[in-house]
């Protein structure tokens, strides 16, 4: 190898520590079935809303037509219950004939077609969670080659029906035979959650070595308190968790359940700022086809989905819990910016909540304040004391900018500059030039 090309090579494998497949620098985005349509099958009485490819169909139409995908929300991931109770005579997984007719491929076509991609789920066990034929080790080479040949952009791989030891080897395995495939394949682990979800049972190192993405944690449920129990897991774990996250290496908190029955606005909000602060994953699981205006616009606000998208991709933290049950959330952004979020544990009324910049531990300045939700703009400097109104199990969301050091101001009369000065950390007029 030239000399060059070597200390090329090896500069890359220094800096490279994600799952080498080069995707996914940024927290995937999309829809997942399992949540709101689980494992319903019953094609008969429940056309719309068992799984089958019209259900895939069907997002992927208001995927492509309701602007999401322009947003970033390209993932189109079937979960399971999606094959045939037996594999074929090759011993490859077969969907379900009748609920699949036209096969994976015809689905990926169809994704990819609207510039959208395709997942797929399995389980590195004896059988998927809900029954169907899992992934043992011996099958792992043939299900990674069956989906690369389908033409699947994203795959989950589940951990019911195995061991600790079992699932030791299939993790690394399945990644290594996805990679293999040569088909650039967003790999899902689940294997953390079945693991208790942290050291030393866990190795985040090595998960973000294998893994795109890993859930950590149990499976999100379509209420307030499913939501508020994996906030506080996340939280109360936040100096592992972070330290594991980055560019195509994310923690998953699992699915995104704004637009379905069990959260207020508010609430939707919170889900969806929490899930930004984390830079989690946003797959929604709802009914993109009748979803309301009101949880649409939240999941398509554009400020919280860049803020969840920031290239540099570190995971926030919570900074603060007040006795009141306010808690302030803070994450470092791209450009010196950071996103703040101030939540409310409260359930009696809206909460006055005062504080300063400087109180949040930021350096002193003036800064640019941009409400995620109510789209206004402030100026705000360091020192000075503002009061936030928190709704009971809500958030208000910050994108903060960068500290200007000091505001300069110039004074002109008839076009002639007659001084300047710079307000100093106080805002108090002091530097004059
Ligand atoms: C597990 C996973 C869920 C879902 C179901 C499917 O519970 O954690 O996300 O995939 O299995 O059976």
Same mark, same amino acid.
């Not at 994953?281 to 989905?305: C, E, H, W, Y």
């Not at 789209?375 to 000075?384: I, N, P, R, V």
């Given at each position: 190898?030239?000399?060059?090309?070597?200390?090329?090579?090896?500069?890359?494998?220094?800096?490279?520590?994600?799952?080498?497949?080069?995707?996914?620098?940024?927290?995937?985005?999309?829809?997942?079935?399992?949540?709101?349509?689980?494992?319903?099958?019953?094609?008969? /009485?429940?056309?719309?809303?068992?799984?089958?490819?019209?259900? !895939?169909?069907?997002?992927?139409?208001?995927?492509?037509?309701?602007?999401?995908?322009?947003l970033g929300y390209v993932y189109v991931n079937i979960d399971d219950c999606w094959s045939s109770?037996?594999?074929?005579?090759?011993?490859?997984?077969?969907?379900?004939?009748?609920?699949?007719?036209?096969?994976?491929?015809?689905?990926?076509?169809?994704?990819?077609?609207?510039?959208?991609?395709?997942?797929?789920?399995?389980?590195?066990?004896?059988?998927?969670?809900?029954?169907?034929?899992?992934?043992?080790?011996?099958?792992?080479?043939?299900?990674?080659?069956?989906?690369?040949?389908?033409?699947?952009?994203?795959?989950? !791989?589940?951990? @019911?029906?195995?061991?600790? %030891?079992?699932?030791e080897q299939g993790y690394p395995l399945m990644s290594k035979a996805l990679n293999a495939t040569?088909?650039?394949?967003?790999?899902?682990?689940?294997?953390?959650?079945?693991?208790?979800?942290?050291?030393?049972?866990? /190795?985040?190192?090595?998960?973000?070595?294998? @893994?795109?993405?890993?859930? /950590?944690?149990?499976?999100?449920?379509?209420?307030?308190?499913?939501?508020?129990?994996?906030?506080?897991?996340?939280?109360?774990?936040?100096?592992?968790?972070?330290?594991?996250?980055?560019?195509?290496?994310?923690?998953?908190?699992?699915?995104l359940v704004i637009g379905d029955f069990g959260l207020s606005m508010d609430q939707s909000r919170?889900?969806?700022?929490?899930?930004?602060?984390?830079?989690?994953?946003?797959?929604? %699981?709802?009914?993109?086809?009748?979803?309301?205006?009101?949880?649409?616009?939240?999941?398509?606000?554009?400020?919280?989905?860049?803020?969840?998208?920031?290239?540099?991709?570190?995971?926030?933290?919570?900074?603060?819990?007040?006795?009141?049950?306010?808690?302030?959330?803070?994450?470092?952004?791209?450009?010196?910016?950071?996103?703040?979020?101030?939540?409310?544990?409260?359930?009696?009324?809206?909460?006055?909540?005062?504080?300063?910049?400087?109180?949040?531990?930021?350096?002193?300045?003036?800064?640019?304040?941009?409400?995620?939700?109510?789209?206004?703009?402030?100026?705000?400097?360091?020192?000075?004391?503002?009061?936030?109104?928190?709704?009971?199990?809500?958030?208000?969301?910050?994108?903060? %900018?960068?500290?200007?050091?000091?505001?300069?101001?110039?004074?002109?009369?008839?076009?002639?500059?007659?001084?300047?000065?710079?307000?100093?950390?106080?805002?108090?007029?002091?530097?004059?030039?």
């Amino acid at each position: 190898m030239h000399l060059a090309v070597l200390l090329f090579a090896l500069a890359l494998s220094v800096v490279t520590f994600a799952l080498d497949n080069g995707l996914m620098r940024t927290p995937p985005m999309g829809w997942l079935a399992w949540e709101r349509y689980r494992c319903d099958i019953d094609c008969t /009485n429940d056309p719309k809303n068992c799984i089958s490819e019209n259900l !895939f169909i069907d997002m992927a139409d208001r995927l492509s037509e309701d602007g999401w995908r322009e947003l970033g929300y390209v993932y189109v991931n079937i979960d399971d219950c999606w094959s045939s109770k037996k594999r074929d005579e090759e011993g490859r997984l077969q969907p379900d004939p009748k609920r699949f007719p036209g096969g994976i491929p015809k689905l990926a076509r169809y994704m990819h077609d609207r510039g959208l991609k395709l997942g797929i789920y399995g389980d590195m066990g004896t059988y998927t969670c809900g029954g169907y034929p899992g992934t043992t080790l011996d099958k792992i080479e043939i299900d990674a080659q069956t989906f690369a040949d389908w033409g699947v952009d994203m795959f989950k !791989f589940d951990g @019911c029906y195995s061991n600790a %030891s079992e699932q030791e080897q299939g993790y690394p395995l399945m990644s290594k035979a996805l990679n293999a495939t040569g088909r650039p394949i967003g790999y899902s682990c689940s294997w953390p959650a079945y693991q208790g979800g942290l050291p030393p049972k866990v /190795n985040y190192s090595q998960l973000g070595e294998i @893994c795109n993405l890993w859930r /950590n944690y149990g499976d999100i449920e379509d209420s307030w308190d499913s939501v508020l129990n994996i906030i506080d897991w996340f939280f109360e774990n936040q100096d592992v968790l972070s330290a594991a996250a980055g560019p195509g290496r994310w923690n998953d908190p699992d699915m995104l359940v704004i637009g379905d029955f069990g959260l207020s606005m508010d609430q939707s909000r919170a889900q969806m700022s929490l899930w930004a602060i984390m830079a989690a994953p946003l797959f929604m %699981s709802n009914d993109l086809r009748t979803i309301s205006s009101g949880a649409r616009s939240i999941l398509q606000n554009k400020m919280v989905i860049s803020i969840n998208q920031d290239p540099l991709g570190i995971q926030g933290r919570r900074i603060l819990k007040e006795k009141s049950g306010i808690e302030v959330f803070w994450r470092p952004l791209s450009d010196n910016a950071s996103a703040l979020v101030f939540f409310s544990r409260r359930h009696d009324m809206p909460y006055r909540y005062q504080t300063s910049l400087k109180k949040l531990s930021y350096p002193s300045g003036s800064y640019t304040i941009f409400d995620v939700f109510t789209g206004k703009t402030t100026a705000l400097k360091d020192s000075t004391d503002f009061v936030v109104s928190v709704n009971p199990t809500g958030v208000v969301m910050w994108y903060v %900018s960068a500290p200007a050091k000091m505001n300069l101001r110039q004074f002109y009369r008839g076009g002639r500059l007659l001084g300047s000065y710079h307000d100093d950390e106080n805002g108090i007029p002091r530097v004059f030039l």
